[in-house]
């Protein structure tokens, strides 16, 4: 179950239950808003469009937003209408035309009408990345393919999704083991060596060396080769040319040649969008 909540905590688009804080960008005109103890959805000019109502709200994705009320989760279209209602016990963003939404304990997929697609058997599924989905049987993960195929058997101990023709993957105990990146093949790319890693984006990824207690984060390129050496607490992908890192407790950004343009000052803090 440790395995498992690590995965739900780390694979994009994070599925959503009552115990989640729900905290996302918005990638689309709408944004989510929580006011008092319900959210709704405001526009770029901080309007309301769509009124407080729900219990949890999801950004939108491809058109439709993963919402809970009364303990069930639906999707809702731009103007607040239920196109699919509320009866999955957890939901997904959709991703290339599907949702991973959770039911008894089971994962599987919808399409747009709410139609189950893969109907709930897995321990979890992730999001469609680049044509392949995580999931999970067992204490295994694997790959799923949109034509509902089993791609990449089940094999490593945790898993991320693909981006940029790449996915990270571990072996051993999530707190001991190493990670690599494998390819869309299931072949191993960079071998597992570092105890922490994250998606490729625009190029680059982060690795960490060493626990979170005194580990240090850095960048690698797609051959696995140190282009920003690990010397920040923490740190996040690149977004329009920038990354979060984190120094002293504090956040700020660096560029791609590991020069630090915004000087750690935030609290918090996330990365560029738009």
């Known amino acids: ?3 498992l909540a690590y995965l739900l905590n780390l694979c994009k688009g994070k599925l959503f239950s009552s115990s989640d804080n729900n905290t996302q960008i918005a990638s689309e005109p709408l944004a989510p808003v929580l006011k008092g103890v319900k959210y709704g959805y405001i526009n770029k000019e901080g309007k309301y469009v769509i009124n407080p109502q729900f219990d949890k709200a999801l950004c939108f994705s491809e058109g439709l937003a993963a919402v809970e009320i009364g303990g069930k989760c639906g999707y809702i279209n731009k103007e607040g209408k239920f196109i699919i209602n509320p009866q999955f016990n957890e939901a997904k963003d959709f991703s290339e035309g599907m949702a991973a939404v959770g039911i ?8 747009k009408k709410g139609k189950y697609v893969v109907y709930p058997q897995f321990d979890y599924t992730g999001d469609f990345s680049e044509g392949l989905a995580v999931l999970v049987i067992g204490d295994k993960c694997g790959y799923i393919s949109q034509e509902k195929k089993i791609v990449i058997s089940p094999q490593f101990d945790n898993a991320l999704g693909f981006s940029e023709g790449l996915a990270v993957v571990r072996e051993g105990d999530w707190e001991t ?3 690599g990146y494998i390819n869309l093949e299931g072949k191993i790319i960079i071998n ?18 060493g626990d979170w ?4 984060c850095g960048y690698i390129n797609k051959m696995g080769q140190i282009v920003i050496s690990p010397q920040f607490d923490d740190a ?21 040649e590991g020069h630090i343009v915004i000087s750690p000052q935030y609290d918090s803090a996330n990365s560029f969008s738009k």
């Open 236 to 256: 996040g992908s690149f977004s329009e040319g920038l990354a979060l890192v984190k120094i002293g407790g504090k956040w700020g950004y660096i560029n791609k």
């Open 213 to 216: 207690e005194t580990g240090k």
């Open 104 to 111: 008894y304990g089971k994962y599987g997929y919808i399409n």
């Open 1 to 3: 179950m440790r395995k």
């Open 192 to 209: 597992p060596q570092y105890d922490d890693a994250k998606s490729f984006s625009e190029g680059l990824a982060v690795v960490r060396e």
């Open 177 to 179: 083991g190493k990670c």
